[in-house]
Structures are given as C-alpha cells and as structure tokens.
C-alpha cells in the first residue's frame, strides 16, 4: 500500500538552514503537505504543493518536489529555536475524497 | 476562532471501561477524521466520514466506532477499552469540495488517554 517515510531527527545550530527529506510511494498523490506539530499540540499545516509544481517558496519555508523520484524536501532558512517540533510530511490520495497518508515525523532539535 | 474542540483533554480509564471522546468543529466542514499518534509510528486513521450521516474504516479501526449524525459533531468511542488503547486522539476536519484546491486537514489539540 502507499507509504512516507521520514527520517525520524535532525539536528541544526540556530541560524542554519534545516532540510527535513520525505518519500512517498503514490504516483499520483496530487498534493503533498508539510505539518508541524509543537509539544502538547495538534498539527499545524505550515505549507503544501501541488504535484505539477517543481517548487514552492513560502517566506523561509522552501519546499522542493521531484516527482519521478517521489521525493519531497522542506528546507527552513535560518532555522530558530522556536522551530524546534515535529514534522510530517503527508500525501494526499484517493482522488476528491482522498485521505492523507502521514510520515511517522521528524523531530527537529535546534541548538542555540 | 474555535475550530475543532476536542474533549476530554485528557483522560485515565480503566481497561473494560467505555468511553466516548468528543469531537465538534464550527467551519461547516464536510469530511471529518480520527487519528492515534503513538510514538514510534507516527499518526494513522482510525475513522473518517465525508458527510454527515456517512462513515469509513481507515488504517486501525478495530475497537473503536464512530457516528455522523451531523455535519459538526464525530464522536469516538472505545466500546471496550484495551491497554494497546492508550494514546494520543486527534481529531481533524476538512472541506473537500470536486478535486479542486489543497483540502487540507485542521486539527483539534488531541486528547491524551491512558488505559489501565
């Protein structure tokens, strides 16, 4: 069946840059998402793509997308303690009433 | 801006115990979703509905059900409560309208429950 697979932590000094790396095995996801989830929360969206985009910018948030790789990065500029949290990535497929399909999350660690 | 209110926060039950956790949301959304965060494996679906008054198996839907009998409301519950059952509820919504636009999932702040 359709899986997203994350690698489970990072860690990154404050100021660098962070790039949280995500697979998935349906083709024809037609969007995919990036969530954040802050201790003791539900999850936030913090951005998406559409599958025939390449690429999205979202002030420090970049997110890249290769299609034939099924592969999806989301790449945070001048990473911050307060982006410390978890993050999943997730697939949407199914078609109109497609449900999502979560990675099992990373945990971003950012050391001052 | 309430959202999705999910309740109890939190909750200790005893094992053989029911339990019904609650869940509304105030923006109209068609499609609604249960989810259980465990450690280690991230979030999976235990229900969903696309409308009031349907409802779905997701990935883990054995030991719990769910009803629809409106467009706000979907509760959980647990008919007969199993350690294994011990986790983190969470509770989203979205407003699926054709296949246009992102329709992505807003969720509730969860509910922590512990099964003795």
């Known amino acids: 069946g359709e899986d997203v697979e994350q690698s489970l932590f990072l860690s990154v000094r404050e100021g660098d840059s962070s790039v949280i790396n995500c697979t998935y095995t349906?083709?024809?996801?037609?969007?995919l998402y990036w969530y954040k989830q802050e201790p003791g929360a539900g999850l936030q969206l913090l951005t998406y793509?559409?599958?025939?985009?390449d690429m999205k910018q979202d002030q420090r948030l970049t997110v890249l997308l290769n299609k034939k790789d099924k592969h999806l990065s989301l790449r945070i500029a001048d990473t911050q303690t307060g982006d410390s949290a978890i993050y999943f990535c997730a697939e949407r497929y199914g078609g109109s009433q497609g449900n999502l399909i979560f990675g099992k999350g990373t945990k971003l660690s950012v050391k001052p | 801006t309430a959202g999705i209110t999910q309740a109890p926060t939190s909750q200790i039950l005893a094992a053989g115990r029911s339990m019904t956790l609650r869940c509304t949301q105030d923006m109209r959304h068609n499609a609604m979703y249960w989810y259980r965060q465990d450690l280690g494996l991230g979030l999976r679906l235990i229900h969903y509905s696309n409308t009031a008054g349907t409802t779905g198996k997701g990935e883990v839907p054995d030991g719990y059900s769910v009803s629809r009998a409106n467009t706000d409301d979907f509760p959980l519950t647990l008919a007969s409560a199993v350690p294994s059952q011990t986790s983190v509820y969470f509770c989203?919504?979205?407003?699926?309208?054709?296949?246009?636009?992102?329709?992505?999932?807003?969720f509730g702040d969860g509910t922590r429950l512990s099964i003795l």
């Open positions: 349906d083709s024809s996801s037609t969007y």
């Open positions: 793509i559409f599958s025939n985009m």
């Open positions: 989203a919504s979205s407003d699926p309208r054709g296949d246009r636009g992102p329709l992505p999932q807003h």
